[in-house]
T-cell receptor
Framework: KNQVEQSPQSLIILEGKNCTLQCNYTVSPFSNLRWYKQDTGRGPVSLTIMTFSENTKSNGRYTATLDADTKQSSLHITASQLSDSASYICVVKPSGYNKLIFGAGTRLAVHP | EPEVTQTPSHQVTQMGQEVILRCVPISNHLYFYWYRQILGQKVEFLVSFYNNEISEKSEIFDDQFSVERPDGSNFTLKIRSTKLEDSAMYFC???????????????FGDGTRLSIL
């Protein structure tokens, strides 16, 4: 069954610290993997999109990595800010489909 | 930056009633989507729409659901006879291009919270 699993479920860090969020997927065949940020009460916002041939992609302080062989991805946040408090969702697009398959997200809280 | 807008932000409806959720996708986008998120659960795909027809739908999208692009700017989701389990946040999204291996981002609205009483 096509699934996307994320860890940890939730994370608390202090402002200015770095953190890494993990994603494992079983979706196959696979077209691309996306990371979205979802603030409370808002819709998801795209951070990065990586095809199977890309190993890493950055968007400001966000860096995503992808290992298509082990079906793992990570999102690294550098020098966290209070505004980074949100859910970060790993999303996979299966090859040949329009739909996106969402993980449950990691809820990140950045404290001062 | 262009946005996907959804109305209303919150809809309360009696069970068995019809409800229409409205979306205005980004103006030059060609692919449109509806997703839902039941409280505490993952976002789930419902349907995609391209060239005035459904291009893909999930098993959730049964005969009680329909979508329409009534004019050049709006995209609607209709639930014919609502059930308690239809209570969820419904997100509309749009993308410039789509199709099987597209790596175009899907841009999401802020959702309509549907509460069925």
């Amino acid at each position: 069954k096509n699934q996307v699993e994320q860890s940890p479920q939730s994370l608390i860090i202090l402002e200015g610290k770095n953190c890494t969020l993990q994603c494992n997927y079983t979706v196959s065949p696979f077209s691309n993997l996306r990371w979205y940020k979802q603030d409370t009460g808002r819709g998801p916002v795209s951070l990065t999109i990586m095809t199977f041939s890309e190993n890493t992609k950055s968007n400001g302080r966000y860096t995503a990595t992808l290992d298509a062989d082990t079906k793992q991805s990570s999102l690294h946040i550098t020098a966290s800010q209070l505004s980074d408090s949100a859910s970060y969702i790993c999303v996979v697009k299966p090859s040949g489909y329009n739909k996106l398959i969402f993980g449950a997200g990691t809820r990140l809280a950045v404290h001062p | 930056e262009p946005e996907v807008t959804q109305t209303p932000s919150h809809q309360v409806t009696q069970m068995g009633q019809e409800v229409i959720l409205r979306c205005v996708p980004i103006s030059n986008h060609l692919y449109f989507y509806w997703y839902r998120q039941i409280l505490g659960q993952k976002v789930e795909f419902l349907v995609s729409f391209y060239n005035n027809e459904i291009s893909e739908k999930s098993e959730i999208f049964d005969d009680q659901f329909s979508v329409e692009r009534p004019d050049g700017s709006n995209f609607t989701l209709k639930i014919r006879s609502t059930k308690l389990e239809d209570s969820a946040m419904y997100f509309c999204a749009s993308s410039l291009r789509g199709g099987g291996d597209s790596n175009q981002p899907q841009h999401f609205g802020d959702g309509t919270r549907l509460s069925i009483l």
